[in-house]
């Protein structure tokens, strides 16, 4: 016997779950049912009525049925892990629009770098606050850019911490009512108490997080240092995005010998990290390219509104950026170019082109189809 849906998208009601700060076990302990209940309607199974379903949802501070939606108030997430990433990467435009206004949130004195905390204008008395990691914020930004260029800077009137422990709050977001109470404009008394504490971290977010604050420079006073600190190794969320899109395969980095995983990137805009990541197997590549593969010379560019994909050859091996232009001799009917900032394919290679690499491999996409 099928088990009946809820009346919800579950999918969506999971990963607004998998983001909250707060535990599976805390979140089952404040609404009021058993741990095993929430994990039992998380992994598919009726453990709830329709009823408290509902009830549920409205406390966790989503109003919809077909479609879900933040409702009214200060929302709070994070980023701490792979698969809160992959939780915040598939939220629907209903919960999460595409276009946000962004702010920079510090608890002050501004001495905490173990979060970046960013808070994004939903839409009329909603608000989310964002709490991520210094690792994944290169791999946020590069999904939306609006985060490295926040618009205002903000404080919290309490830590974060005693903010989330209060159990008065009815559900897991804080009520509207209570926001100038909960998060405001950094003004001129507060920047200029802690100015010498607020000059040094944005010196570091800029010298190591690439923010770029010139939208709130008339906040920071007085004006910021540089940073003595290296910037973000680039490795690190380079390999943030790889362990992303492992995550989501079987067997983390094809360890089979016939098996290889290749990145995924756009073609309408270039994009520092991978989108994705196409498994392949040695009877579809062939030997020598199954080898590139492996040695990770090989990508997949795919062109959203296309119905061609191509798998390019890389001159070098190059997990995220720009390649390095392919300078090596070789016959190929089209190559990838690289015209600033568009990337395109070509049947020549002219002499001021940067060509990324050869198309070894294409395949189609079917526009129309019916499965019955």
């Keep these: 016997m099928s088990i009946r849906p809820y009346p919800i998208p579950m999918d969506d009601f999971r990963n607004v779950l998998t983001l909250s700060p707060l535990s599976l076990v805390e979140i089952a302990r404040r609404f009021g049912i058993s741990r ?65 206004r962004w702010s920079l949130v510090l608890e002050f004195p501004p001495l905490d770098r173990d979060w970046i905390h960013l808070k994004a204008d939903i839409g009329e008395q909603c608000w989310v606050l964002l709490s991520v990691r210094p690792v994944f914020f290169a791999l946020l930004r590069d999904r939306l850019p609006g985060v490295g260029r926040p618009v205002t800077l903000m404080y919290l009137q309490k830590p974060l911490k005693q ?65 003595s600190e290296d910037g973000l190794d680039p ?23 016939d098996i290889v995983d290749i990145p995924i990137f756009p073609m309408e805009q270039f994009g520092q990290y991978p989108s994705g990541m196409v498994r392949m197997d040695r009877n579809w590549l062939g030997d020598t390219l199954l080898e590139l593969g492996k040695k990770g010379r090989l990508r997949c560019y795919v062109r959203e509104n296309s119905t061609e994909s191509v798998i390019v050859a890389l001159s070098t091996v190059t997990r995220c950026g720009l390649p390095p232009p392919w300078v090596l001799s070789t016959a190929s009917e089209r190559y990838l170019i690289w015209r ?22 294409a395949w189609h996409r079917a526009t129309t189809y019916m499965v019955q």
């Design 340 to 361: 600033d900032p568009n990337l395109e394919i070509a049947a020549h290679i002219e002499s001021n082109d940067y060509c990324i690499g050869p198309v070894v491999a």
């Design 163 to 227: 903010i989330l422990a209060d159990t008065r709050n009815q559900g897991l977001a804080v009520a509207w009512a209570k926001q100038p109470q909960t998060l405001t404009l950094v003004d001129a008394p507060m920047r200029d108490t802690h100015a010498a504490d607020l000059s040094v971290w944005m010196a570091w977010a800029r010298q190591k997080l690439a923010i770029d604050t010139s939208d709130i420079s008339e906040q920071i006073y007085p004006p910021m240092t540089e940073s």
């Design 36 to 100: 095993s209940n929430l994990m039992g309607l998380l992994g598919g199974n009726r453990t709830l009525s329709d009823d408290r379903l509902l009830q549920l949802v409205k406390w966790v501070g989503l109003v919809g049925a077909d479609t879900l939606h933040l409702d009214s108030g200060i929302h709070f997430w994070k980023i701490a892990s792979e698969t809160q990433m992959e939780a915040f990467l598939h939220l629907p435009t209903g919960i999460l629009p595409e276009s946000l």
């Design 235 to 257: 490795a690190i969320p380079c390999d943030q995005a790889w362990n992303l899109l492992a995550h989501r395969l079987d067997v983390a980095g094809a360890a089979h010998p």
